[in-house]
T-cell receptor, first 112, second 112 residues
């Protein structure tokens, strides 16, 4: 049972344009969501998070939106840069849980 | 700043052999985690620990064992290696429940 789903295995975006990565979840008890970025041969690195009491969180070029009624979150990167090419994972946790549940990842490629 | 250090980076095992994947962190984090990542898949939690002497199973614990005798170290043991355990293994740590986890760079393990 895949509780956190990233339905797009890959995404290709022109440099300078907006990248939008999507993530859906099924467990309504999730109350904390994170995005991680992963380069080849490295571990994932934390990018941005959002609590369920908010619907938006911004950090520089990165914005995460949360739509609780749709059980959907998205990561917007504006403007996209070549260094943003990586695999992006969304993850979720619910209150009282000690662990994160990860999606399958989306490979983002930024084209010059 | 070392963060989370995993050794070895690569290993090839024969079926039935055993080995220990090492993980150490220098951030004084109480929470530590072991994940595996199979091609095209997200991270699956194997085991986690909320402090020295306390461990618990994740989603995919079969075939693995862990121990946590110190805050810094969280080794993962494979007793009888099987081809299905061919994967990339990541260790992570965090200061509190579901807080952003810091990952090591992974151990790529092949069972032949």
């Amino acid at each position: 049972d895949q509780q956190v789903k990233q339905n797009s295995p890959s995404l290709s975006v022109q440099e300078g344009r907006i990248s939008i990565l999507n993530c859906d979840y099924t467990n309504s008890m999730f109350d904390y969501f994170l995005w991680y970025k992963k380069y080849p041969a490295e571990g994932p690195t934390f990018l941005i998070s959002i609590s369920s009491i908010k619907d938006k969180n911004e950090d520089g070029r990165f914005t995460v939106f949360l739509n609780k009624s749709a059980k959907h979150l998205s990561l917007h990167i504006v403007p996209s840069q070549p260094g943003d090419s990586a695999v992006y994972f969304c993850a979720a946790a619910y209150q009282g849980a000690q662990k994160l549940v990860f999606g399958q990842g989306t490979r983002l490629t930024i084209n010059p | 700043n070392a963060g989370v250090t995993q050794t070895p980076k690569f290993r090839i095992l024969k079926i039935g052999q055993s080995m220990t994947l090492q993980c150490t962190q220098d951030m004084n984090h109480n929470y530590m985690y072991w994940y595996r990542q199979d091609p095209g898949m997200g991270l699956k939690l194997i085991y986690y620990s909320v402090g020295a002497g306390i461990t618990d199973k994740g989603e995919v614990p079969n075939g693995y064992n862990v121990s946590r005798s110190t805050t810094e170290d969280f080794p993962l043991r494979l007793e009888l290696a099987a081809p299905s355990q061919t994967s990339v293994y990541f260790c992570a740590s965090s200061s509190r429940r579901a807080q952003p986890q810091h990952f090591g760079d992974g151990t790529r393990l092949s069972i032949l």
